[in-house]
């Protein structure tokens, strides 16, 4: 149980550098089994060793001593993953510069936020800690963990998932860089020409340095040439070894990508927001290319007028692996609700449904054999729930990360900052946040968001 | 305060017209280069219990100490009997010496009042120049040194003989020096130049890089290249047939820190500005010093193989529950009650929101925390030391007291001021304690050091002698019709000089016992609030702060005002932009 006086006794118990994760052990009993992947089971037992999922089945045993939970009546899903999300970092855009694929979110995770406890309450266990939408090449974002409590910053980082990076198409970097700096990309044609001459330097970089090493063979005198974050992040993505999440909306960009992807032969792409995505699902289909969408929300600036509540069930109709996320600190307490939505909009079946919030965000953001269902062998991630996810009067009562209950409704302190600020006013509501959102660091200059 | 030994010596040794201590003249010779202070209760080192016993040092060295020594005869005598003495302090990091003006610009980059940097020529945004970025290595702090600039002269007050001072800037400001606070130009100060790199995480502004991951990719990147130089100019040494290295100031600089010659001090206020720092540690294996720590509980654990050496800021945040309290509780007579709030107007006691007292609570639980610092690690046994960059001199005794109220040893502290930094900055051999051999580098005090009542009598530095006046205590009880506080009541313009324009407007300072409440009323403030805050007077010395918005910026303004008559002059500093003169006149006295 997360309590104060634990929170005290980690002030001094943290290790850093990426010190172990903390995991737990438990069994949860009598639940409603909501596994995505292999249909409901009833009455069913979860039995958790070491933060691991060791055994689902009904009257399992347990060793001595390990925490009961009793989730009779309950509905028990794997826990949430959100695909797009700005929550639990402190810096979102490095927005001097078009292309920063160099930078990486995860070096500013905050693990004070209180925003991850709130994502917790939604049953939310893992996010996808986004750089925002102002550089057409953003930076590096970072899969982190709902792992709240922890004072390392590292600890809340997902070990296994693979490195992703944020591309930005339409309005977002044209009014920054084009219209605010007065430099390339101008119009949306002026994107593509970025996006391309980073590719392109990428591959030059590439080259410099396979010659190098080559060369070092035979003269080990040879001197290195010059190290470059940035283009060295772009050739890594040639490489395969990144996947690309790239925020866009209407379909002609959508399309324009995929030409350069093909072009330069990157083959991982996730598009975020993909309002048009509906428009070219074919085409997406065909490339192996994944979208994460907004259930209903548009209309916030010109680009984003022409869509539909109906994307998520035409991209899945389609054969695209499709996710719903939130991109907000607000809507990521409700992704349950978002997915919904889908069964008004388009009749979704019910696994269809808590897919978009599961199995699929995993899927696009390579973590699927460890978290996104409840299976034998899968990370303890799991949320419980009052009534079913999809049902408007549900509520969450308990969230577990690595075996670890990092939510309890019934028995968490009604105050759960972690760091408290000597020299603050006493709130009157505690975590008054920044807006989170992808424009944020620049909306000194521009007030959109996402 | 200061006051030259000039004139008195002059009378005592009629027969030589120069005198020991700051010469008068700056070209004459001292009278004598040894001093003896005969029979104090010394404390050599922390831990030592005092002993009654004689120093004397000679050219500035310690050359004898203990019982039954003979004193050279062309010593100066300092009669010890009445005095406490003690290794003078060694500020572990440090901006004394530093010209005030250099704190404003760094880079030579305007600043919005209160908000980001103006911006560069467009193209140079996203590439900047190194300076632009923020990026100086090869910028050593000697450059920024004013030998004559006040405060070296108020952190000696203080007890402090040595400093290391690193430059200001943004990201990678510079290299650090060993000061020595004592003399008359540079060079005499200089003890040791390029001791260490200095870097925080202080973004370019509107120039990459901004922010913190953006300052993290740099610092991989430019450490990556500084390491490839190394083995180039090796190469380039060693082999024939090998083109010259690329030349990039900036790499060039930071090659002994990839060599790890020198370390970086890296300036890590919160904790999580601690955990960054070492992940940068972590992955490129740099000699590292962790310094302004005001967080460093939370990560104790990573303090305890001593591989990362620790310094602590001497600051700590303000008490706000106490002097809010204070002041509603002082409004409450006259102050009319909001037309919403009812029970005030019933004339009942509000009650107490039982939410409001939880968080009143744990931000008291807070205040405790970051006060018990200091004392939490010494308890882990964990090394420190303490810098004074981040704090005023008129704080420093306030803030060591409130440490040991929270279980500071006042040997912890010592120690931290002393051996610890010493052992830090590798000068142990030389200084840190009073042993025949180091440096005449002592704190003359009339009491026991970190007792309250406890002030300076002389401090000597390198054998400098400076001799300090002991404040008269302001008397707790107050007289009817106090003339001291009197002096300043009532209504005062004032003007302040900006290199735009003048600013204008009125402070009024009421008299209530020993209670000065001041309001500042000005053109220039739309915010609503008008208490002025921290109001010290002494002597003629008036000072306290306001709280300023600009843009829906909070910046403290800091006045510190000498009061002559009717008129007064002084300086404001505002927040980081600068600090700019102030002048004033009395245009209303209080009524009777």
């Known amino acids: ?450 | 305060m200061l006051r030259k030994l000039g004139m008195s010596l002059s009378c005592c040794f009629a027969l030589f017209s120069i005198s020991i201590g700051q010469p008068v003249l700056d070209d004459l010779p001292r009278v004598t280069s040894s001093i003896a202070i005969v029979n104090v209760k010394l404390v050599s080192a922390p831990g030592k219990t005092p002993q009654v016993s004689t120093v004397v040092i000679k050219d500035g060295v310690i050359t004898q100490t203990g019982q039954n020594i003979s004193i050279p005869d062309d010593a100066y005598r300092i009669d010890g009997d009445s005095l406490f003495a003690y290794p003078a302090f060694i500020d572990a990091f440090s901006r004394t010496g530093i010209k005030e003006q250099e704190s404003s610009g760094g880079s030579g980059m305007q600043t919005h009042p209160g908000g980001r940097p103006q911006r560069p020529a467009v193209d140079a945004e996203g590439n900047p120049s190194l300076t632009d970025a923020g990026i100086t290595p090869f910028i050593s702090v000697r450059s920024s040194i004013d030998a004559k600039d006040k405060s070296i002269a108020d952190w000696r007050a203080q007890g402090f003989a040595i400093a290391h001072v690193v430059p200001d800037g943004k990201m990678i400001p510079g290299k650090g020096a060993l000061l020595v606070l004592t003399g008359k130009n540079v060079d005499e100060l200089m003890w040791k130049e390029d001791v260490s790199l200095f870097s925080q995480w202080s973004g370019a502004g509107n120039s990459y890089p901004a922010t913190m991951i953006g300052m993290m990719a740099k610092w991989r990147e430019l450490y990556h290249n500084a390491s490839n130089n190394v083995i180039h100019e090796a190469v380039y040494t060693n082999a024939t047939l090998v083109s010259r290295p690329n030349y990039n100031q900036a790499h060039e600089a930071l090659m002994p820190v990839v060599q790890k010659q020198m370390p970086v001090f890296f300036r890590a206020p919160a904790v999580k500005d601690i955990s960054r720092a070492m992940t940068l540690q972590h992955d490129l294996g740099m000699r590292m010093v962790i310094a302004d720590a005001q967080q460093a509980w939370h990560m104790a654990n990573e303090f305890k193989s001593g591989s990362i050496p620790l310094i602590l800021s001497l600051d700590l945040p303000d008490d706000k529950s106490e002097s809010k309290k204070e002041k509603e509780e002082k409004e409450k007579p006259v102050s009319v009650p909001p037309p919403d709030s009812l029970k005030t107007i019933a004339g009942e006691k509000a009650v107490q929101d039982p939410e409001k007292e939880a968080f009143e609570k744990r931000r008291n639980e807070s205040l405790r925390e970051h006060r018990a610092q200091a004392a939490n690690l010494a308890k882990e046994k964990i090394p420190f030391s303490f810098g004074t960059r981040s704090i005023k001199t008129t704080d420093f005794n306030k803030y060591i007291l409130l440490m040991i109220d929270q279980g500071l040893s006042p040997d912890q502290a010592l120690s931290a001021l002393t051996t610890q930094p010493a052992k830090l900055l590798g000068i142990e051999k030389y200084a840190g304690t009073i042993e025949t051999g180091k440096m005449g580098n002592i704190i003359l005090s009339n009491k026991p050091i970190f007792e309250k009542e406890a002030s300076i009598r002389f401090m000597i530095v390198e054998g400098d002698l400076y001799e300090y006046d002991i404040k008269e205590k302001k008397k707790k009880a107050p007289k009817t019709g106090d003339e001291s506080l009197d002096v300043i009541a009532g209504t005062w313009s004032y003007a302040i000089e900006t290199p735009d324009q003048k600013r204008e407007g009125t402070f009024e300072f009421k008299i209530d016992g020993e209670e000065i409440a001041g309001k500042i009323k000005s053109n220039d403030i739309t915010s609503g609030n008008e208490d002025l805050e921290n109001i010290v007077f002494e002597s003629d010395d008036l000072s306290f702060t306001f709280d300023f918005e600009i843009n829906g910026q909070i910046v403290e303004l800091e006045f510190n005002l000498t009061v002559k008559d009717e008129s007064f002059d002084g300086t404001v500093t505002v927040g980081e932009m600068g600090t700019f003169s102030i002048t004033g006149t009395r245009i209303m006295k209080p009524q009777q």
């Open chain 1, 1 to 450: 149980m997360m309590r104060l006086s634990f929170f005290l006794f980690i002030v001094f118990t943290s290790i850093h550098a990426y010190s172990q994760v903390s995991k737990g052990d438990l069994i949860i009993r009598n639940g409603t089994v909501l596994t995505i992947t292999k249909g409901t089971l009833t009455e069913t037992d979860i039995l958790v060793e070491g933060g691991k999922i060791k055994a689902i089945g009904k009257s399992l045993k347990a060793a001595a001593g390990v925490k009961e939970i009793d989730a009779k009546g309950l509905y028990v899903m794997p826990g949430i993953i959100d695909a797009h999300s700005h929550i639990a970092i402190d810096a979102i855009n490095e927005d001097t510069h078009p292309i920063t694929p160099e930078v990486k979110v995860g070096d500013a995770i905050d693990p004070f936020d209180i925003g991850v406890y709130r994502a917790l309450a939604g049953g939310v266990t893992t996010s996808h800690a986004m750089h925002g939408s102002a550089n057409a090449i953003g930076g590096q974002c970072q899969t982190i963990k709902h792992r709240y409590g922890e004072m390392d910053p590292t600890s809340f980082i997902f070990q296994e998932a693979p490195r992703t990076i944020k591309f930005a198409l339409g309005e977002n970097p044209i009014r920054i860089h084009g219209e605010g700096r007065g430099v390339q990309p101008r119009t949306r044609m002026g994107v593509e020409r970025v996006i391309r001459d980073a590719f392109q330097q990428g591959l030059v970089y590439k080259d410099k340095w396979n010659k190098y090493e080559a060369g070092k063979k035979k003269n080990p005198n040879l001197p290195p040439p010059v190290y470059n974050e940035r283009y060295q992040t772009m050739a890594d993505i040639l490489d395969g070894k990144i996947i690309i999440q790239c925020h866009s909306y209407r379909a002609d960009e959508i399309l324009m990508l995929l030409n350069v992807l093909k072009d330069f032969g990157v083959k991982k792409i996730t598009f975020q927001h993909v309002n048009e995505g509906f428009k070219v699902a074919p085409e997406l289909a065909a490339f192996g290319a994944m979208a994460s969408v907004f259930s209903d929300w548009w209309a916030y600036k010109f680009e984003v007028y022409y869509s539909t509540a109906y994307n998520a069930t035409i991209l899945t109709r389609n054969g695209v692996i499709t996710s719903i996320n939130s991109d907000s600190g607000e809507l990521i307490r409700h992704l349950f609700h978002e997915a919904a939505k889908t069964q008004r909009y388009g009749g979704l079946a019910d696994d269809e449904a808590l897919a978009l919030i599961t199995i699929n965000p995993a899927r696009q953001l390579g973590i699927d054999q460890k978290v996104g269902s409840i299976e034998v062998g899968k990370d303890a991630d799991i949320a419980i729930f009052s009534g079913h996810p999809l049902s408007i009067y549900t509520i969450p009562q308990m969230t577990i990360v690595d075996g670890l209950i990092r939510f309890d409704l019934k028995n968490d302190p009604a105050d759960m900052r972690i760091y408290v600020d000597p020299t603050e006013d006493t709130p009157t509501y505690y975590g008054q946040e920044e807006i989170d959102g992808c424009m944020r660091d620049t909306e000194l200059m521009y007030s959109h968001r996402h």
